[in-house]
């Protein structure tokens, strides 16, 4: 079985989702450090003039005291669905699928998780199958017991409770990633290559790293032929 291990985060972009379809399990890292400064709660998204941060409010208390992924509460105080419905929408009102999305975008906007992760995943498991990815599992790692390595070590870990004998990691991983101890565990490593196909956005030139939105709204059912290369 092979299985990837990231922490979630705000619809991400499409080489998020192409881990997704090459593991057999995928593992939100949801029990580690929020990142007050990464993709835990905000994203790009395309626009006319240019790209544009969505950003999901959260409360500080805590935030920058090590606080896990998992108990970082969102603002409900602040009217940021609305916000990011309405960007959304005046960014891609033109899309050729938007419209198709819509109804589905809205019940989304709709929701009132109190906990970002809980928002953030279930957001990121509907949208890999509405892209056609429905083999993998998921999983959160703050369901595993007695994990308590740090780095290398804790992927390791999780990646022996689970029955894992391949990893799927990220490129960036290779700058601080632990081969030797994947090689004692038996656990053979691949390092993601992100070379995808540009498809139709909106407002060129082309980029291609935002959010899996623009995907979706460009490309309709088709989404899932761009995230290999």
């Known amino acids: 079985m092979n299985a990837t291990i990231l922490q979630p985060s705000y619809i991400p972009w499409r080489g998020y989702f192409d881990q997704i379809r090459r593991s057999d399990l995928f593992i939100f890292y949801d029990d580690v450090q929020y990142d007050t400064r990464g993709w835990r709660n905000r994203n790009q998204i395309k626009t006319a003039q240019g790209k544009q941060w969505i950003t999901i409010p959260v409360h500080s208390k805590g935030v920058r005291d090590g606080v896990p992924i998992k108990n970082v509460r969102i603002d409900l105080s602040k009217p940021w669905p609305r916000k990011h419905f309405k960007a959304l929408m005046f960014a891609y009102a033109k899309a050729p699928f938007f419209q198709l999305y819509q109804p589905w975008l ?8 109190e906990f970002l992760a809980d928002f953030t995943i279930n957001l990121t498991v509907e949208l890999a199958k509405m892209l056609g990815i429905t083999e993998t599992e998921f999983m959160r790692s ?3 017991p007695g994990i308590n390595g740090h780095k290398t070590d804790r992927l390791i870990q999780i990646l022996q409770y689970v029955g894992a004998k391949h990893y799927i990691s990220g490129p960036s991983a290779r700058d601080y990633i632990e081969q030797d101890k994947f090689d004692e565990a038996g656990i053979t490593l691949e390092f993601m290559q992100y070379n995808y196909p540009e498809y139709p956005q909106l407002y060129p030139p082309f980029d291609p790293f935002v959010t899996i939105l623009d995907l979706l709204f460009m490309v309709g059912e088709n989404a899932l032929n761009f995230l290999d290369f």
């Open 106 to 113: 809205e019940s989304v906007y709709g929701r009132q998780d």
């Open 142 to 144: 703050s369901d595993i």
